[in-house]
């Protein structure tokens, strides 16, 4: 087959196994619904989290109507958390845009922190309704596009589970206590992602973002949170990225280390730097704001800020965060199209 | 004489134990303030405050992060909760109270519970509600409190217009109440169009102004206290 009739699928598998591609992809591994797409379905966004069906589909059109290479569920950062006992909130009443959310925590102190995973972990909660989507998704478009998934990052998981503010000063206070549980947590997400690649996803994203750097330091990052990140990029099957926001370029060496596949960073990341850093052959996602470009920005600097990724040396143009429902088709076809026609 | 440098001694002790983080340290240092008959605002404004101060220069610095801002706040607490009781007048005619929170839908409250933080600093009485708060709970509880001043947090596009929902409805039930808004999608241009007080930008700038704000009420302490010489 000739490189130039590769299928996004194709495109996006050879880029992960460190073959060449004719172009960057343009893709995401973390949520990327948009509010066409659930409009042209006429489904509701709260209801989209608790339905397999209406979640694939829903997934699907960013690919059908806008030709964005990849389909992705779920859209919230509850699922394990709630596998794990937390109680969630989906705003069912509410004709916003609001994501779901904790309602109630697990762990309400220090003396709570020693948990287990209930029996049957990995069939609680949405897990399996995600893994259903996954089917119905492969089976729609799996064909053309890559399916993925993401699952949290230990330390995120943590800030879900237990008040975040407590979990950030325990992790001066009382490393062991915090290496305890987040050891505990990544035999978890090991779990849940078992499942989701029986389900037939083609590559996972981790997201650690409550370690991010605007929040976190890096030295925190290497000693506390990095060899639990490495213990779960072990035991993965699937290509995998690591994404985390914010400030990353001190430490996307250790990012890489983890044993991702590739590493994910958003806008505030320079990207050349971190290439010059990292080696031509680093795989590294990134870096369009997907909120002030993307959906508030015109199509000039969506075109500008594409071109910008690429030059800076992308290996796949992807974006900071998920990407943010009310994105303009205009914005989104511009990027696609820009994409496309580069040549580096 | 030997007087004075005890003093000098317990407000660097006091200044250090919150920049390290030390509870323990800042405790110690504010019974021995009360030991030896030092006066406690003195001991809160230029022992405490100073040291959150540099605090928040290291922040800006990235030196700390929020894991130790947070630490370091506990350690300013655990000294303010021992001299407060014996502070003599914090009538610094800027005094005020505050009702504060993150809107509806919304549970980024990293940002928020560091600016709650600095009117805890302040010496301004806090009702803070959390995160993910029904929006009618700000109107309630401001009236509930009679606050001067209301506070709202959002980090995300969506759930930011929930704040004009809310200052409508204070401003219809309580046309004297200031309101401040903050979060990273939130700009001054979006505080003036939806007719809020105030606003402040980002996590360093939101610190900067919190700081000044310290600062200003340590001035006008200050002046008072020059006044009454
Ligand atoms: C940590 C984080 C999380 C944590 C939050 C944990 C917690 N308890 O807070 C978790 C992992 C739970 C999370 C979840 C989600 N997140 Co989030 N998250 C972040 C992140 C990385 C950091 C935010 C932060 O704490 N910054 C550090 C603090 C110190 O800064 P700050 O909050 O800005 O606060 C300062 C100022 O803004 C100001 N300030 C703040 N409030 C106020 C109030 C007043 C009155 C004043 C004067 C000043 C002020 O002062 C503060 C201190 O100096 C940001 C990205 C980023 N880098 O900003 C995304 C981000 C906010 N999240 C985002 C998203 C999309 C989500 C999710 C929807 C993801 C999903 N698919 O579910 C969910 C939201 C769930 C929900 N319904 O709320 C997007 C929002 C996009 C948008 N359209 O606006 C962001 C911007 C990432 C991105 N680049 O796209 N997130």
Sequence with gaps: MSITTMTAKERIMKLFAGEEVDRPPCFSGMGNVTTEGLKSLGYKFAASHLDAKMMADAASTTYKLFGFECGVVPFDLCVEAEALGCEINVYAHSEDLLYPTIKKKLIHKEDEMEISLPSGFQEKGRIPLVCEAIGLMKKDIGGDVPIGTYVLGPFTLAGQIMELNDLLKLSFKKPDKVGKLLALLADAIVMVAGQFQKAGIDYITVREMGATSDVLSPRVFKNLIQPYLKKIFDRLTVPSVLHICGKTNDIVPFMMETGAKAISVDQKNDVAESRKKLGKDALIFGNYDPYNVLVAGTPEMVKETMKKCMDDGVSAVWPGCDIWPTVPAENIRTMMDEVKKYRR | ?229
């Design chain 2, 1 to 229: 004489m030997a007087a004075d440098e005890k003093k000098k001694e317990l407000l660097e002790r006091l200044r250090n134990a919150v920049i390290q983080y030390d509870e323990d340290a800042a405790k110690e240092a504010s019974r021995e303030v009360l030991d030896v008959g030092m006066d406690a605002n003195d001991a809160i404004f230029n022992g405490l405050v100073s040291g959150m101060e540099e605090v928040g220069r290291l922040f800006e610095a990235q030196e700390y992060f929020v894991p130790e801002l947070l630490m370091c706040a506990d350690a300013l607490y655990a000294g303010l909760d021992i001299l407060k009781p014996h502070v003599k007048q914090l009538d610094l005619g800027v005094r005020g109270s505050v009702v504060i929170g993150t809107v509806e839908g919304d549970v980024h409250d990293i940002g928020k519970n560091i600016v709650k933080m600095m009117f805890d600093v302040a010496g301004f009485t806090v009702y803070d509600l959390g995160r993910d708060v029904p929006l009618d709970k700000f109107v309630e509880e401001q009236l509930r409190t009679d606050s001067d001043l209301v506070c709202l947090s959002a980090m995300m596009t969506t759930t930011m217009t929930g704040m004009k929902k809310v200052i409508d409805d204070l401003r219809t039930k309580n046309p004297n109440v200031k309101i401040m808004i903050g979060g990273a999608p939130v700009s001054a241009d979006i505080a003036e169009k939806w007719g809020a007080d105030g606003y402040a930008k980002d996590a360093n700038n939101a610190l900067k102004d919190a700081i000044n704000m310290i600062s200003s009420l340590k001035k006008l302490k200050e002046e008072a206290e020059a006044r009454k010489k």
